[in-house]
T-cell receptor
Framework: GEDVEQSLFLSVREGDSSVINCTYT??????LYWYKQEPGAGLQLLTY?????DMKQDQRLTVLLNKKDKHLSLRIADTQTGDSAIYFC???????????FGQGTTLQVKP | KAGVTQTPRYLIKTRGQQVTLSCSPI?????VSWYQQTPGQGLQFLFE???????NKGNFPGRFSGRQFSNSRSEMNVSTLELGDSALYLC????????????FGPGTRLLVL
């Protein structure tokens, strides 16, 4: 079946790098996403990667995909207090309109 | 370009009532998906509409239904509300079936008493 797993909590110091990890089970997943959710808000799309890519960089964000291990990671460089939020990993298959989400990782950034 | 909008933002209902939530996608987007977010179950897919047709459905009872209009706006309805239906209901839109990137609205927070 389809399953996405994330660790629940990560605490870092301001200025450090954060790495949030995600594993998934469905090898036919074609699109993989990272969303951010702040308290009381909806989901903000941060970045996404296609399954035929290994890495994508977007300003402070770096996504790494290891298809063999079905492992996705999000690195946030120079983490700021404004990055404190819940980060969700999600995967989808082409033409289903359906995202499968992990449980979310709460990122706490200490000043 | 305006983002995904959802109305109302907050709702309080009592058990047994029914509720209708509305979602307006980003202009030009034709696919609308709905999700339920609860502390216990996380984010779960409800259904997806494209060109006024339900294309995919999650594992929710028949009390949960939806529809899409010709202008791509979508509504979801929950009948005979239960306490467990209290949740944040999120709507997401994407350009079409081939473009999967989904953009989410702020959600409707439903409290069932």
């Amino acid at each position: 079946g389809e399953d996405v797993e994330q660790s629940l909590f990560l605490s870092v110091r301001e200025g450090d790098s954060s790495v949030i990890n995600c594993t998934y089970t469905d090898s036919s997943s074609t699109y993989l996403y990272w969303y951010k959710q702040e308290p009381g808000a909806g989901l903000q799309l941060l970045t996404y990667i296609f399954s035929n890519m290994d890495m994508k960089q977007d300003q402070r964000l770096t996504v790494l995909l290891n298809k063999k291990d079905k492992h996705l990671s999000l690195r946030i460089a120079d983490t700021q207090t404004g990055d404190s939020a819940i980060y969700f990993c999600a995967v989808s298959k082409s033409n289903t309109g359906k995202l499968i989400f992990g449980q979310g990782t709460t990122l706490q950034v200490k000043p | 370009k305006a983002g995904v909008t959802q109305t109302p933002r907050y709702l309080i209902k009592t058990r047994g009532q029914q509720v209708t939530l509305s979602c307006s996608p980003i202009s030009g987007h034709r696919s609308v998906s709905w999700y339920q977010q609860t502390p216990g179950q996380g984010l779960q897919f409800l259904f997806e509409y494209f060109s006024e047709t339900q294309r995919n459905k999650g594992n929710f009872p028949g009390r949960f239904s939806g529809r899409q209009f010709s202008n791509s706006r979508s509504e979801m309805n929950v009948s005979t509300l239960e306490l467990g239906d209290s949740a944040l209901y999120l709507c997401a839109s994407s350009l079409d079936r081939g473009q999967e990137t989904q953009y989410f609205g702020p959600g409707t927070r439903l409290l069932v008493l």
